[in-house]
Each structure stands twice: as structure tokens, then as C-alpha cells.
């Protein structure tokens, strides 16, 4: 679905819903996991801006959950990434 400099988007469909997954590797140098921890409190601060404020905006991604996990990349997820015709900035699986 998208990319950045340190992580891939992959776009999850069920007839019910639709999710965003984002993936970081933080096998390089310039992902360091105080970059991480600040990217997941400014993403909760957001997701208070979806339903919990007097001001709030449907618009905003609703954040489910935070994982990390370790180990190889999952082969459904490579093969996504491998059918995406753009070009790749981000890393390879």
C-alpha cells in the first residue's frame, strides 16, 4: 500500500472492516527504539483526537494495538511486497 524510509503499509480488507498494518524493521542504524516509542505516543495522542475529545475527527486512524516481534518476516506479507510494482525504498523482507 505505501512506504516510508523505515517501514512498509500493508492494506488488511475483510467485508467488515479495513486495517492498515505497519511494519518498522529496526535493523537500521537510524531506526533506533526511542524513534519507535516517540512515533507510537504521538500515534496514541491521534487516536484521542478519533472518539475521546471534544474536538474529535473521525478521519484519524484508530490505533488497535502495538506489537514487536522478532524472527522472520511472514511469507504472506512478502509475497505482497514482492507484487507491489513500485519501486521499493524502504527495505527488503
Same mark, same amino acid.
Given at each position: ?8 503499509? *500493508?492494506? &488488511? ?19 533506533? &527504539?526511542?524513534? &519507535? &516509542?516517540?512515533?507510537?505516543?504521538? *500515534? ?50
Amino acid at each position: 500500500m505505501g512506504e516510508s524510509s523505515c517501514a512498509e503499509l *500493508f492494506k &488488511l480488507s475483510t467485508k467488515q472492516t479495513n486495517i492498515i498494518l505497519k511494519i518498522i524493521v529496526v535493523e537500521y542504524d537510524h531506526v533506533s &527504539l526511542m524513534n &519507535l &516509542l516517540a512515533e507510537v505516543k504521538i *500515534f496514541k495522542c491521534l487516536n484521542k483526537l478519533r472518539n475521546e475529545s471534544r474536538n474529535y475527527c473521525m478521519n484519524f486512524c484508530e490505533l488497535k494495538r502495538v506489537l514487536m516481534v522478532r524472527g522472520e518476516f511472514p511469507s504472506l506479507l512478502r509475497e505482497a511486497w514482492e507484487a507491489d510494482p513500485s519501486d521499493s525504498y524502504a527495505f527488503d523482507p
